[in-house]
């Protein structure tokens, strides 16, 4: 097995593809364009939508590239050998020119011969689709893998929930995958452990997806003009499989900034299990800050959206850096640490340098001294706390005078063995909003409007409009194409083959703010696809929800399933009005509307 770098990773990974006949493309922003489903860029294939459903790409049918993605949903686990916010992932791409026996073919020649990354073949496991009523068993690429010379007992079937991929939306080109695991020599977590359990034994590397459907709408998927071929692979999970690492942190990827983090705190990242997380997290989070402030279309730290989860993030680091005593001023060393190791690759980082670390700073200035402070007030609160829940109007005193974010507050609380009345905050927060005269540009200083109540009761405002649609349009058809929500507004893009008037609009307002007058309330409930398909549920029937699903009820006004979260009663949402209807794409429309306290 060849000891690479990252960069020479990627660089061996866009050269084989280019021996192979792929156009090398840049990576896209972080910041997708036209997508209302998603904040940032997950995945590769996000950039490339058009091109999969069958629009001719410029430089022709087979690509290859470095997309730098983001996922935030996992936050919690960094720290861990695996998960970083931000990740660069390998691609090579056919845009209906080869399928599934070239693209395992290509996959196991690179990981395996001697000249490319030389893995040991026995240390190779691979997960196959099992099918179901959508699409077949994919035979063809577990016959392929044993035609390449791989162990059949190293190959395991799985379903939906694991081996098919499509994109964060709703809707759009997907397809079964097989995925690749390198077994790390832990011992199995149980005797069902395989290649797809999660214990951290068998790390996925690389994940070949088969894009030949379109999904439409809920449990409809149509075949798709042309077959693709979109794999994945994690740069950073491949080096540490590589450089036989113990975890992504401890490659040359994060070595220099793990130094610097060391110097600046005088402290050692191994000294102990709080250090070990509170560098890794430290680390993650700044080299994701460094590439949202450097993206070509880069954001700045804000209270909504994209520049939300950069608050955030900025904001997680600030904490740890200050658990560990770094001086004022350790964000920007690192994050130079990071733009030096990342322009060579990423020339974005050079230009915006300045911009990356002045915003930086500033968010540091506002921030670490109202820290120190709130976490001093934390402290007095938990010293005189009767019970184990912190209450709703204390986290948002730590909220609007500290700018303390409210999963914060809850983090700071759980590692003290308390929680945090979250309900009692939005409650508090919705009071103050309603208060305050300042309007919804500056409500609060240091605060942060998202996943709060707000967004619950917009969140639960979006089920009633989509129920008033289908009653006022008089049409089952109208599905939800994407769904986008922040403090201050509902976005919903709904499937519909013409303007809605504005009498229609009327009613579906009228319809809506009848249920909210009917002060329902709104009940979550457990069950299985079939009883909430039998209930008459909308939504999304689909496994990879598992085998159960949440099915939110309204009264008689609507029964949909969702993940949540939403308000508890409907009369909690205000007065519903609708700003805009337009059109967002072909057959497709558009609605904003608000919550009015
Ligand atoms: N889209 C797939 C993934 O993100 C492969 O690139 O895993």
Not at 108 to 116: G, R, S, V
Not at 126 to 155: L, Q
Not at 196 to 218: P, Q, R, S, T
Not at 241 to 270: C, M, N, R, W
Request: aromatic share 10%; charged share 25%; proline share 4%.
């Amino acid at each position: 097995m060849r000891a690479l770098t990252s960069k020479e990773l990627r660089q061996l990974y866009l050269d084989f593809f280019k021996s192979k006949g792929h156009a090398v493309i840049g990576s896209a922003s972080l910041i997708p364009e036209n997508d209302p489903t998603v904040l940032f860029t997950t995945a590769g294939m996000h950039p490339l939508v058009p091109y999969l459903m069958g629009e001719k790409h410029p430089e022709g049918k087979r690509l290859t590239d470095v997309q730098k993605c983001v996922r935030t949903g996992d936050i919690d686990e960094v720290g861990d050998p695996s998960h970083c916010t931000f990740f660069e992932m390998l691609g090579n791409w056919s845009l209906g020119d080869y399928f599934k026996k070239e693209s395992i073919a290509f996959s196991y020649e690179f990981l395996t011969d001697e000249k490319w990354l030389g893995i040991p073949k026995d240390k190779l496991y691979f997960t196959c689709f099992e099918g179901d009523k959508n699409a077949p068993r994919d035979t063809v690429s577990f016959d392929r893998w044993v035609e390449m010379g791989v162990d059949p007992s190293h190959i395991v079937f799985l379903p939906k929930k694991n081996n098919w991929w499509g994109p964060a939306g709703m809707t759009g080109p997907c397809g079964p995958d097989t995925e690749i695991f390198f077994d790390t020599g832990a011992e199995p977590c149980g005797p069902d452990c395989k290649a797809g359990c999660d214990c951290h034994k068998y790390l996925e590397i690389w994940n070949n997806v088969f894009m030949e459907y379109n999904k439409v709408a809920d449990g409809v998927y149509e075949p798709l003009a042309q077959k693709n071929v979109d794999t994945g692979m994690g740069l950073d999970r491949t080096i540490a499989t590589l450089q036989g690492a113990k975890s992504v942190f401890d490659t040359d990827a994060f070595a220099p900034a793990i130094t610097k983090i060391a110097e600046l705190s005088h402290k050692g990242y191994e000294d102990n299990a709080d250090t070990v997380k509170a560098f890794r997290i430290i680390a993650d989070h700044i080299r994701c800050a460094v590439f949202m402030l450097g993206d070509q279309r880069g954001i700045t730290p804000s209270n909504v959206d994209q520049g939300y989860i950069l608050r955030r993030i900025i904001r997680r680091s600030i904490r740890f850096s200050m658990q560990l005593d770094m001086p004022d001023g350790s964000l920007n060393e690192i994050a130079k640490v990071f733009i030096d190791q990342y322009a060579p690759f990423y020339s974005e980082l050079e230009q915006n340098r300045e911009k990356i670390l002045s915003e930086l700073k500033k968010e540091e200035n506002r921030f670490a001294s109202t820290l120190k402070k709130g976490i001093r007030e934390f402290g007095k609160l938990v010293a005189v706390l009767e019970g184990k829940t912190i209450n709703g109007v204390d986290a948002f005193h730590l909220y609007d005078t500290y700018g303390f974010p409210i999963e914060f507050t809850v983090e700071l609380a759980a590692e003290q063995g308390l929680s945090v009345d979250v309900d009692g905050f939005h409650a508090a927060f919705r009071a103050h909003q309603t208060l305050s005269q300042a309007g919804a540009e500056q409500r609060f200083k240091g605060g942060l409007a998202d996943n709060t109540e707000a967004t619950a009761a917009l969140h639960s405002a979006t089920h009633l409009m989509q129920a008033a649609l289908r009653k006022v349009l008089n049409d089952d058809n109208v599905a939800q194409k994407g769904s986008n929500i922040t403090a201050e507004r509902l976005r919903f893009d709904f499937s519909f083959p013409r303007k809605v008037t504005p009498e229609e609009l009327l009613e579906v307002e009228r319809l809506v703010n009848e249920a909210i007058k009917a002060d329902v309330p709104i009940i979550c409930e457990e069950m299985t696809v079939a009883q909430a398909k039998e209930q008459g549920a909308i939504g999304l029937f689909e496994s990879k929800y598992g085998s159960k699903v949440k099915v939110y009820t309204m009264g008689e006004f609507s029964k949909e399933i969702c993940g949540g979260p939403h308000a508890t009663h409907t009369g909690a949402l205000g007065t519903f009005k609708i700003k805009k209807e337009e059109a967002s794409s072909a057959g497709v429309r558009r609605i904003k509307a608000v919550l009015i306290p």
